[in-house]
Each structure stands twice: as structure tokens, then as C-alpha cells.
């Protein structure tokens, strides 16, 4: 006898099934169905518009007979769901976006008709793409790696795109050289590992050989390129561009995005615990701050000179591995950007949304840096072939906000058509726009002359003067840490020449970290220093506006602290301490024992966010342990709890704990360690003392002795 397979011979009891606030009922034959006959929910229909009877049961020939080809709903279904993927972006394929609005301080007229910076007070919608560069889309957060911070502002005049990163100077010199980069720095094509990580030979060869990376090497080894969260770094347009005002009159600007809450990263061994506990962590930090109505916020700074300024600058304006330097050039605010919706739907807004360094409105125009002018050639390319279509900016994420018209037409998806008879101009008919000479984009009317050829100006030629800048402006332990990650990175390279190239580029930047580095290499001898075209100038002042310590909070506020609580914890001391983070304008999550969470003195129930497995403090600015004499003893046998402590104590976090607590000191390892970062509660300060200690996120002082990032 024939099996019954069937829906119906497998689903046996009740008539009415509630799932997901839908309906199932039984059809005629007596099949189970999702249906909308008796409720508010919408009918289920094909792309085409009909009403679906079943979509739960394909149409065959008998119980176990084969499917049949009219069974178009089922086609159509399949169709479109194995067209559901497009090519994932070449460079930056993993991002997360949000919306906002750009907010202009003061009118900017006198150097730019940009209409956005003419009015105070104006507001611009803007879109805003985080990403990582070298990572596939699935590639997790905290990846070491340079952030894309792409910005979209719907100006009036049009879409201007600030397509830039978290970074101010970049690995080449020229737009030609960005394949070779590119292919460097992913996975190695033979084996296609490894994902997400430049610590492997073909990206070490590819900067070895390439001596202006130099001064990136310092930025990307440092802890710039492990954010704590997209709200807590610097943008950067890194090129110069120029503003040009309504006299057609040119100044050079940079532009830089300048946190609210400061700066913050991550130290690497936390990173790769992150990785592993949370790959989103980036994805949920924004979308929870967002959500909770926490906007973040960059003041949009820039840094305007002229000619004679660039003239007299000891580096070319137009290299983009350079820096004008903060405290020689002061950036001046000029408006703000807050992020405050995340989009509707990922694939359509953030996937979707096309960045093109091409897309600027009057009044912004390029500079005659190489890299940005091959960049302006590229954009246009990939949208065409990531978007398919021409017709790209037919996408709601894509198109401009203001009025437009032009007679561009057809093409795959066309979904805003021309209507009228003419679509040329001139035409007799007075149909369609006419261009504007008035309010048009005029590039700034710059007289050039040159052979034409393939060169490199020697005014490009200084790789390492500013690499050593960089490294000098850092404070100890963020010395380390660049110290650190060059050998972690190259101690993943196999090939020993590769290496040692490195060490001697390092020698041109700073002797005491080439020797760092070779001596946890394993060198038994030193290279000689790489040639150099031009020597490395010992007098650069430092810029403490480098250091991300120095640009770190003043406070907690937009931070996340985790209490780690037990049955029988202390409700007076746990509630004070919530109360204390709200009002410093930070968020916290309890992590329990056990899923669901604990029962506190006064007998209340207390919700926790994570068990103990699920919240480690590797997602926590700074962690608190308030604990019961009965429930210590059960917790100090629980190895994730000692990790807990023993991570937020090597990452130098600020540690707070009651004294039934003490215990678990001890077990983790570092009773005999304490030091003012880790402090018994209420503390002498109280606990509006205790939470701002914790605006200095770090005991760095600490670090030397549990060895973190010590190279
Ligand atoms: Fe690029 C994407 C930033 C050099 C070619 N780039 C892309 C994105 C950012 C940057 C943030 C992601 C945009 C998004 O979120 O959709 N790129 C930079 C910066 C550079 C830079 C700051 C140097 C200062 N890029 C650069 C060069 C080229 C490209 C020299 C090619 C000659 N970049 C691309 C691209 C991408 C891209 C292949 C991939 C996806 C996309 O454009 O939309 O065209």
C-alpha cells in the first residue's frame, strides 16, 4: 500500500492552527493552508497580482507522483528566489547603513555655492555606509581592516557623494595601482583563504614592494582599524577637493567626520573574541543605538587653504598618502550629521545604494589627485554591473530628492519614463529641460599644461616622513599595539624575504619598533634599511590629534556596561548602578547563570539579556560583578564566568564588584593583580564615582603587566 505523504495525512489534530499571527485551515480536499478568508492579514498572491490558493504543497500527479510544469506559482516562486543574490561589491561587500540628515552651522558662501552650506540651520537627508574593505559579505565585524564611511547627502543640486574612510591617507599613490592592491589584500585566489585578514604573504609582498603604503601601514597597524563601534571613529574625505564660490573662486578643502561621543577602539585580542561572540557586533551596535533613539553624531570639520598654503606645504596636497597635519592646519566645524533610522529593508537601501566620488553638486569640484580622479573613472562602472542596469538611480535609495529631468531614457527596468514628443534638446516644441549656465556644475577653470606620459612627481617621493609622524604621536600603548600587530601580521607571512623587506622599511620610520618587531620575528640579524628616494625628516613635530587615546570620551555616555549577576544580588546596589548608567546617556545588559535570569535579595525577579556563554565581556565597555554569598561558590566553578573576569581584566577594563565577588577575583586569576580600575562597590565615590571612572574605558597602566598586545 501506497505511503500517505501528504500535508494532510501528516497534520492530524485541530481544524485551526495559529502561526505567526496567520491563520492554517484545512482546504477542501482537506489540505492545511495559511489563509487571510477570516482575518486582516493580505492576501498571498503572485508577483503577477493572482490570489494563491496553496503555498504550502507544490501540484503533482498523485501523493507521490512527479510535479507538474503548470504548476506556475511554484515556478515563478523558485524562479525568483535563484535570482535573489546580486555580485556582492568588488572592494567594501560587507556594510551597514543608516539615514540621517546633514545640519549646516553657518553659511559657507564666501568659498562655496554649494547650496547645502549656504543656509545655518538647513538640513540635507543624508545615507550613510559603514563597511570593511577586504572581506567578503559575510565576513565578520572586527576584522582588522581600514572602514569604509560613505556619505550620501541629497542636497538640493543634486546627490553628493562622500565616498571616504575611516582613515585620511591611503595605501597608493595612483588609481591604476588599486587592482593590484585589491587582489593583494583578499583571499589568495589559488587557495581563497585567507577571509578578511591582510596577515598573509600576497598583501605583505604587494606593501613590501610599495613604498608609499608606508605612512598607511603606520594608520591600518594601529588600532584604527578595530573600532569599537562605527560611532566611535573618524571619517574622511582623504583627497583634496576644492570648494568653488559663485565668483567661480577656488579654495582647497579636506573634509573630516569627527565623532561626538570620541574616539574608541578595541584592543586585537578582544577583537578576535568579538569575532567569534558576536560577528554583527558592529551591525547591532548601530542598529541598537539607532533604535533606542541614541542618534550618533559627527560634526563635519573642514580644512580650507589656497594655493600659496599648498605651495609652501612640505608635502603635495594632491598625494593622498598625506596628511595636512591638524595642528598646522586647524579643521573648522562647519555642520553636523546624525544618523537617526535605520533603513526599511537591508538588499534595497543599504545593499543597493550606489556611492560614486563623481557625484558632486555645484560648488564642490575635484583636485588633480591622481587617485581621486581614477576613482571618479571607476564608480560608474561597478553600479552598472553590481545594479545591472543603467537605470540604477531609478532606485528610491539612489535617486536624488530634489527635481530633476533629462531626457536619459530605456534601458533594463526602466521605471520613470519620458512622456511627451520630444526627448532631445534643442527641440521646437518647447518640451523638456534646457540646460542652466547659471546654476550648472563649472569645474573651476584651472589652465593645464604637461607632456603627456606615465609619471610620478618627485614632490610624491617622501614614503616615510609621515609614516614616522604617525608613529611618534601615539602614546605607549598604542606604540605597542602597532608594534604588536606587525608582528602578529607578519608572523603569518611564510616567506622570509617578505618580511625582512618590511623590517627595513621600518627602519626609515622608527628604529626602536623595527627592532621590536625583528627581535619577536626571530631575526638573527638585521636587514639594512630600504632605499630610500628620499630621507626621512627627523623634525616633524608630532600631531597628538593622531592618537585615538587622546581623542577618547570624556565619559561613559554611549557606552555599554555588563553586570554580571547571580541569584540573591544585591537589588539596592544593582538598581543604583542602573540608574547611574541612564543618566549618563549609556546603555548596560545583565548576564546571568542561567537563560532567563535571577531572583535578587528583595525577592524581585531580574531579567537578564544573555546568559553567561552568550555575554562574554568582550561586548562590554567595562563590566560590573555583583554576586551572593550563596550563588558565588556555584559561580566560580563556571569557567565562562572566570573568562569573564579574567578578559575584562587583560583588556584593561574597569572592573566593579561587591564583595561577595572577591572570590571570583580570585579564581580568574587576579586578585593579586588589582589596581584602580578594578574597585569594590559602592566605591568611596559612590556609584556616580564609579561611573565616571569609567569615562577613561581603559586602565592602559595596566597593560605592560598582562602582557596585551606587547610586542
Ligand atoms: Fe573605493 C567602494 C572608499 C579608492 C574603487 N570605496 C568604496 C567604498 C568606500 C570606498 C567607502 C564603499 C562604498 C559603499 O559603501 O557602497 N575607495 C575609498 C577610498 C579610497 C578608495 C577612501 C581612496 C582614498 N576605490 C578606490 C580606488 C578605486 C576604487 C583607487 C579604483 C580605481 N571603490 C571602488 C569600487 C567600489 C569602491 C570598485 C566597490 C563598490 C563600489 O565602488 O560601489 O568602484
Redesign the pocket.
Known amino acids: 500500500m501506497a505511503k500517505k505523504t501528504t500535508a494532510t495525512a501528516q497534520r492530524t489534530t485541530t481544524d485551526t492552527v495559529t502561526i505567526h499571527d496567520a491563520k492554517l485551515q484545512r482546504g477542501q480536499g482537506g489540505e492545511l493552508h495559511q489563509t487571510a478568508d477570516d482575518g486582516d492579514a493580505a492576501v498571498l498572491t503572485t508577483a503577477q497580482g493572482g490570489p494563491v490558493a496553496d503555498d504550502q504543497n507544490s501540484m503533482r500527479v498523485g501523493p507521490r507522483g512527479p510535479l507538474v510544469v503548470d504548476d506556475f506559482h511554484f515556478r515563478e516562486k523558485i524562479f525568483h528566489f535563484d535570482h535573489e543574490r546580486i555580485p556582492e561589491?568588488?572592494?567594501?561587500a560587507r556594510?551597514y547603513g543608516a539615514h540621517g540628515f546633514f545640519e549646516t552651522y553657518a553659511s559657507l558662501a564666501a568659498y562655496t555655492k554649494a547650496d547645502l552650506f549656504q543656509r545655518p540651520g538647513e538640513r540635507t537627508p543624508a545615507f550613510v555606509?559603514f563597511?570593511t574593505v577586504a572581506g567578503n559579505k559575510g565576513s565578520a565585524d572586527l576584522a582588522r581592516d581600514v572602514r569604509?564611511?560613505?556619505v550620501k547627502l541629497y542636497t538640493q543640486e543634486g546627490n553628493w557623494d562622500l565616498?571616504?574612510?575611516n582613515i585620511p591617507v591611503?595605501f597608493i599613490q595612483d588609481?591604476i595601482k588599486?587592482p593590484d592592491l585589491i587582489h593583494a589584500a583578499k583571499q589568495e585566489p589559488d587557495r581563497a583563504f585567507p577571509q578578511a585578514q591582510t596577515a598573509h604573504d600576497t598583501f605583505w609582498d604587494f606593501i613590501s614592494l610599495t613604498p608609499e603604503s608606508m605612512n598607511m601601514v603606520m594608520w591600518i597597524m594601529s588600532d584604527r582599524t578595530i573600532p569599537r563601534s562605527f560611532r566611535f571613529m573618524e571619517g574622511f574625505g582623504?583627497?583634496t577637493f576644492r570648494f568653488v564660490n559663485a565668483k567661480d573662486e577656488s579654495t582647497f578643502v579636506k573634509f573630516h567626520w569627527k565623532p561626538k561621543l570620541g574616539l574608541q577602539s578595541v584592543a586585537w585580542n578582544e577583537a578576535v573574541k568579538i569575532n567569534g561572540a558576536d560577528p554583527d557586533f558592529h551591525r547591532r551596535d548601530l542598529w541598537q543605538a539607532i533604535q533606542s533613539g541614541n542618534y550618533p553624531e559627527w560634526e563635519l570639520q573642514v580644512q580650507l587653504f589656497d594655493q600659496d598654503f599648498a605651495d609652501g606645504f612640505d608635502f603635495d596636497v594632491l598625494d593622498?598618502t598625506k596628511i595636512i597635519p591638524e595642528e598646522i592646519l586647524k579643521p573648522q566645524p562647519v555642520g553636523r550629521l546624525v544618523l537617526d533610522r535605520m533603513p526599511d529593508n537591508f538588499f534595497a537601501e543599504t545593499e543597493q545604494?550606489?556611492?560614486m566620488t563623481q557625484n558632486v553638486p555645484p560648488g564642490i569640484d575635484f583636485s588633480n589627485d591622481p587617485?581621486l580622479q581614477?576613482?571618479n573613472f571607476?564608480?560608474l562602472d561597478?553600479?552598472l554591473k553590481?545594479l545591472g542596469s543603467p537605470n540604477f538611480t531609478h532606485l528610491p535609495i539612489n535617486a536624488p530628492k530634489c527635481p530633476f529631468a533629462h531626457f536619459q531614457q530605456d534601458g533594463h527596468m526602466a521605471m520613470r519614463n519620458p512622456v511627451g514628443r520630444a526627448n532631445y534638446q534643442p527641440n521646437s516644441f518647447n518640451e523638456g529641460p534646457r540646460e542652466s549656465p547659471m546654476r550648472g556644475h563649472r569645474s573651476y577653470a584651472v589652465e593645464e599644461q604637461g607632456t603627456k606620459a606615465r609619471l610620478r612627481p618627485e614632490s610624491f617621493a617622501d614614503h616615510y616622513s609621515q609614516a614616522r609622524q604617525f608613529y611618534i604621536s601615539q602614546t605607549p600603548p598604542e606604540q605597542r599595539h602597532i608594534a604588536a600587530a606587525l608582528t602578529f601580521e607578519l608572523s603569518k607571512v611564510e616567506t622570509p624575504v617578505i618580511r625582512e623587506r618590511m623590517v627595513s622599511h621600518l627602519l626609515n620610520i622608527d628604529e626602536t619598533l623595527a627592532a621590536t618587531v625583528a627581535q619577536k620575528l626571530g631575526f638573527q640579524s638585521m636587514p639594512k634599511p630600504a632605499d630610500a628616494a628620499v630621507p626621512t625628516r627627523q623634525d616633524l613635530e608630532p600631531s597628538p590629534a593622531l592618537s585615538i587615546v587622546v581623542k577618547g570620551p570624556k565619559r561613559f555616555e554611549g557606552r555599554k556596561l555588563g553586570i554580571l549577576v547571580t541569584d540573591g544580588v544585591d537589588a539596592k546596589l544593582l538598581k543604583g548602578i542602573m540608574a547611574a548608567i541612564e543618566t549618563e546617556s549609556a546603555v548596560y545588559e545583565l548576564i546571568a547563570p542561567k537563560v532567563g535570569g535571577v531572583t535578587a535579595s528583595d525577592g524581585s525577579w531580574v531579567e537578564a539579556h544573555h546568559m553567561i556563554d552568550g555575554g562574554p565581556s568582550v561586548l562590554f565597555d567595562a563590566v560590573v560583578l555583583l554576586t551572593s554569598t550563596e550563588a558565588i561558590d556555584d559561580l566560580v566553578m563556571e569557567a565562562t564566568a572566570r573568562d569573564f573576569v579574567a578578559d575584562a581584566f587583560q583588556h584593561c577594563k574597569f572592573i566593579g564588584y561587591d564583595s561577595s565577588a572577591v572570590k571570583l577575583l580570585e579564581k580568574a586569576g587576579i586578585a593579586d593583580a588589582l589596581d584602580e580600575g578594578v574597585i569594590m562597590l559602592p566605591g568611596e565615590d559612590g556609584i556616580a564615582g564609579f561611573v565616571s571612572e569609567l569615562g577613561k574605558l581603559r586602565v592602559w597602566g595596566r597593560e605592560p603587566s598582562v602582557k596585551l598586545g606587547k610586542a
Not at 561589491?89 to 567594501?92: E, L
Open positions: 561589491r568588488v572592494v567594501h556594510g555606509r563597511s569604509g564611511f560613505a565616498v571616504g574612510n591611503f588609481a588599486f582623504v583627497h593622498p545604494v550606489a556611492f587617485l581614477g576613482r571607476s564608480y561597478t553600479q553590481r
